[in-house]
């Protein structure tokens, strides 16, 4: 059997590591997985040229919105979020699922969120495919108070949309388009996800002792808002965490087996090591 990871660019993904490590754990020894280098354009075509010697595909930016359009079946949890990042075949057919939400939810449970006690208040930095899944990672988490910092409240349609699906109501605002302002609606928070990408929340700082930051960039690591919050006492989760848990999901959804997450933990490990 056959399976991939697409995007574009995809050279720099672990997911390989992750998948190859998880099929020899589990004596999948006629299994692959690849990178393949497709853009939006370009997934109906490659998703229509494929047969049933394929499990399913990993898909990453900037193809989990159009992923949904490819698919005969779409999750509820990827329709709520208006985001794919699994494709999966079975008799013929493709399904849409969101792993990104379960990434979420382990690592951040990994740190202690909805496991220690009740959380009050979480914010969210961006306004993405990400971001959408980070609200539906804190409604499963039981976090009751979300605000969600973008740079143009008029953008964040998509993202709107997605919490009236998941039933939840963030309070949105421009805040990043001032790093004072970003920084000041950190400060207190129970939770912090950095959805931005490299760079963008360099200048925000804000967490503290009894905040969880997680950070979804993990290369390089840490990042300067991953450094600046744990030197102020937070507790830092590299996006890596996310990055495991969400290819621990995808390979139960591909194989029908559980993830070996130890072994998936290693590879993982290695390969980052490697590019180190």
């Not at 928070?189 to 700082?205: C, F, H, K, N, Q």
Request: net charge negative; proline share 5%; with cysteine.
């Amino acid at each position: 059997m056959h399976a991939a990871v697409l995007g574009s660019p995809v050279a720099h993904s672990l997911s390989p590591a992750l998948h190859t490590a998880a099929y020899a754990a589990l004596g999948l020894h006629d299994w692959s997985y690849e990178r393949c280098e497709c853009d939006e354009a370009g997934l109906p075509r490659f998703v229509a040229g494929l047969d049933r010697e394929w499990a399913g595909l990993s898909l990453t930016m900037p193809l989990k919105r159009v992923a949904l359009e490819v698919a005969d079946e779409v999750s509820p949890l990827a329709t709520a979020t208006g985001a794919a990042n699994t494709l999966v075949l079975r008799d013929g057919r493709w399904s849409a699922h969101n792993t990104d939400v379960a990434g979420l939810v382990a690592a951040l449970r990994g740190a202690g969120v909805g496991v220690t006690g009740a959380t009050g208040r979480a914010v969210v930095l961006g306004a993405g495919g990400t971001a959408q899944a980070s609200l539906a990672a804190l409604r499963e988490l039981g976090v009751p108070e979300v605000d969600v910092l973008v740079r143009s409240v008029e953008r964040a349609g998509e993202l709107r949309a997605a919490a009236d699906r998941l039933g939840v109501s963030p309070t949105v605002s421009a805040a990043l388009t001032d790093p004072s302002s970003a920084s000041a609606a950190i400060t207190g928070a129970d939770i912090v996800i950095s959805t931005l990408p490299a760079g963008a929340a360099d200048a925000l700082a804000g967490a503290g002792p009894g905040t969880v930051v997680l950070d979804v960039v993990y290369a390089p690591w840490p990042t300067r808002f991953a450094a600046t919050a744990a030197a102020a006492g937070a507790q830092v989760v590299s996006g890596l965490e996310m990055l495991l848990h969400q290819a621990v999901a995808q390979v139960e959804l591909m194989t029908g087996r559980p993830g070996p997450v130890a072994e998936m933990r290693s590879a993982l490990d290695e390969a980052v090591a490697a590019r180190a």
